[in-house]
């Protein structure tokens, strides 16, 4: 049977949208950048970077999905035939994979946390020491992943419907609520008002084109763009709905939780006295302590991490769906197997960077551990380069008539907020990608 399949409400789309935003990224790699980059400034940049670079591409990325109604990479092509354009997808399957190999890592350390919390060993800690226990263990890291893994994929060869959708709908506002909670909690702690001044009032001085560079890298991170995920899951939208809309509801919902997670990290960092430089360990670190000082906090500290493995695994669902997609080609019927088949060749990939912590720490790639240098591919190479092409397809390739036509449906007419967001994608969001992409080459 051929079909494409689509969402069955826009809620769903948006929440599903948000899910593959919101995952690590807000809530794991946001606090430890901030933290080793200034705080305030970091988190300053950040917005304004995800407002001006990264929204416009969201929507362009939506534009291109929606109007096509096609996988990452028959997008092109059907846009585009005959040219080369749609090497663009495939980049951005081939980045998918490398990515879902070193993110599953994580969310496998997740499941680690998960199973100790349900054993009680996360009470009264020293959550430093669990930490380096959790990571550099290889059989319990590359047990853990495997099984984050196989969750990825059992949810991804149900369909977007039965599977991704009804995930999100729950998971997503549960998410929120919960840490609302824990920042009414780490707000309330002695000392919380200089994590508060950390995260809020910046410092201008200590702006440095790496904390640019690494703000914008960021900004790309957590809207899943520059490698077409949104472009597939844009093409499972009717006509109906208002593109820049939605892109608006993600892009804000992702500031929001970034806001939420720094005002539960960092009180609570300078409330209990851990370093905010800590690096990726600071979110597993200071959240259980943060548990550890509240009433029925092993009990919170376990649902609270069923619910961030739940934001790992919607934005996990978006990276290995667009491999799926551009595989499966409509043909609904060969879905379970190649779900199958993709989902355990990433694993596969991701055995090393899952050991990097521990056996294969020495093993570097110029001059970065194999977790890192993977990190370093996507976010600092694949993303800004698929991003760039992106926004040149559809400010140069595409009609300028097409695109407004696509993003004005479901609207009264965008009217001048169409000609700002055609300059930010025809100018703006290139020379900013550009800049980012020279500097992690080290070239500026
Ligand atoms: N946005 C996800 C996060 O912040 O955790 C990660 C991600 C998902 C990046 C999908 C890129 C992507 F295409």
Not at 71 to 100: C, E, T
């Amino acid at each position: 049977m051929k079909s494409h399949e689509q969402w069955t409400s826009k809620l769903g789309f948006i929440l599903a949208a948000a899910g593959s935003a919101i995952g690590l990224g807000a809530i794991w790699k946001f606090p430890y950048l901030a933290g080793t980059n200034g705080g305030a400034i970091f988190f300053l940049l950040f917005i304004i970077l995800t407002i001006f670079v990264g929204a416009p591409i969201l929507i362009a990325e939506f534009m291109v999905g929606r109007n096509s109604q096609k996988d990452a990479v028959r997008a092109y092509q059907k846009l585009a035939p005959g040219s080369k354009w749609h090497y663009v997808g495939y980049a951005g399957v081939l980045f998918s994979f490398i990515l879902l190999s070193f993110y599953s890592v994580v969310g496998g350390w997740i499941l680690s946390y998960l199973w100790r919390g349900l054993t009680g060993s996360l009470t009264d800690a020293d959550y430093g020491a669990v930490f380096g226990e959790v990571i550099s263990n290889p059989v319990e890291v590359v047990a853990a992943q495997f099984i984050f893994m196989l969750m990825t994929i059992f949810v991804v060869k149900g369909g977007i419907q039965k599977g991704i959708e009804r995930a999100s709908k729950y998971m997503m506002p549960a998410l929120f609520l919960f840490f609302i909670i824990l920042g009414i909690r780490s707000l309330t702690l002695d000392g919380a008002m200089e994590g508060v001044r950390f995260l809020l009032y910046p410092d201008f001085s200590a702006i440095t084109g790496e904390t640019i560079l690494m703000a914008l890298g960021q900004a790309f991170f957590t809207l899943s763009v520059g490698i077409s995920v949104m472009v597939t899951y844009a093409s499972y939208l009717s006509n109906k709905e208002n593109l820049t809309k939605s892109a608006f509801s993600v892009v804000g919902l992702n500031i929001f939780i970034c806001l939420l997670a720094g005002l539960v990290i960092f009180p609570a960092v300078f409330a209990l006295g851990f370093e905010p430089g800590e690096g990726p360990g600071l979110v597993f670190v200071v959240l259980p302590a943060v548990f550890n000082e509240m009433a029925f906090g092993g009990v919170f500290l376990v649902i609270f991490l069923i619910l961030l493995l739940f934001a790992t695994l919607t934005s996990a669902f978006s990276i290995l769906e667009i491999v799926v997609a551009a595989l499966v080609k409509d043909d609904a019927g060969r879905r379970g197997k190649i779900s199958w088949i993709s989902g355990l060749l990433i694993f596969m990939v991701g055995v090393p960077s899952a050991l990097s912590f521990g056996v294969l720490s020495d093993v570097q790639i110029f001059g970065k551990s194999i977790f890192d240098f993977s990190d370093f591919l996507v976010t600092n190479l694949g993303l800004p380069i698929g991003a760039l092409f992106i926004s040149l397809f559809v400010a140069y390739r595409l009609p300028r008539e097409l695109v407004k036509e696509e993003l004005n449906k479901g609207t009264k007419g965008l009217g001048i907020l169409f000609d700002i967001w055609y300059a930010a994608i025809r100018y703006i969001a290139p020379v900013g990608i550009v800049l980012v992409f020279l500097s992690s080459l080290g070239i500026i």
